[in-house]
């Protein structure tokens, strides 16, 4: 079973960068997209972003284009978000899996998260 540590959340004031690392453990990495969700206080995990094993496919929710940028390198089993001009409403847990589905419902395992908050 493929496991995922995420890392690399924090407090950023409104406007600020961050950048999330998610490193991945058993599998082959390189076969299977990437996607990353989050959980805002009180809802569901939404999709926010996904990239294909070759990274030729990347897409993000509307919320976040043009804001977050997914990449990874699959030497090191890692996947990146890098997140731009952060707003308050991008403040929750972010968690990484693999997988082909953007619906968080079909994951049965998760790792621990990272929290995002962005406040001023």
């Known amino acids: 079973q493929v496991q995922f540590v995420e890392s690399g959340g924090g407090l950023v004031q409104p406007g600020g960068s961050l950048r999330l690392s998610c490193v991945a453990s058993?599998?082959?990495?390189?076969?299977?997209?990437m996607y990353w969700f989050r959980q805002a206080p009180g809802k569901e995990r939404q999709f926010v972003a996904q990239?294909?094993?070759?990274?030729?496919?990347?897409d993000y929710a509307d919320s976040v284009k043009g804001r977050f940028t997914a990449s990874r390198d699959n030497a090191k089993n890692t996947v990146y978000l890098q997140m731009r001009d952060l707003k308050p409403e991008d403040t929750g847990v972010y968690y990484c899996?693999?997988?082909?589905?953007?619906?968080?419902?079909?994951?049965?395992?998760w790792g621990q998260g990272t929290q995002v908050t962005v406040s001023s």
């Open positions: 058993g599998g082959t990495f390189s076969s299977y997209g």
């Open positions: 899996n693999g997988g082909r589905n953007r619906d968080a419902k079909r994951y049965d395992h």
């Open positions: 990239i294909s094993g070759n990274s030729v496919f990347i």
